[in-house]
C-alpha cells in the first residue's frame, strides 16, 4: 500500500528502508570518528610542536650558564677543589715519610748484615 509519499507502509518494504538507514548511519559514524580520530591527530602534533619550539637547545642553555658564572659559583667552586687538594697533599707529605723511612730502616739492616 502505497501512503501517498511513495513509500510502502507495512511488509518487508520498511525492513529494507530500515536496513539501508542502519548501513548509512554506520558509514556516516565511521567517517566521523575517522574524522574527529585525523583531526586529534593533527592538534595534537600542533601542540607538541609549539611547545617543541619554545624549548632551548643545550647549546644555548650551556652559553646562558658559562655566561652567568658569577663570582660566587667560582668562589664555590674554587673551595671544592682546595677541599680535595689540601688532604691529597698532606697525604703524600706523609706519603714521602713514610718511604724515607722504609730506605733508613732498609739501610739499617743492610748495615747489620755486612
Known sequence: MDNGFGEVEGGMGNVE?????????????????????????????????????????PIEKT?????????????????AVDAIKTPMDKARQVESALEQSAEQTAAKIKESTQ
Open 17 to 57: 528502508w530500515s536496513m539501508v538507514n542502519v548501513e548509512l548511519w554506520a558509514k556516516e559514524m565511521a567517517m566521523k570518528k575517522s574524522r574527529c580520530s585525523v583531526l586529534f591527530v593533527v592538534g595534537l602534533l600542533s601542540v607538541v610542536g609549539l611547545f617543541g619550539c619554545n624549548q632551548e637547545t
Open 63 to 79: 652559553k646562558d650558564a658559562a655566561a652567568s658564572g658569577s663570582a660566587a659559583t667560582q668562589a664555590a667552586g674554587q673551595a
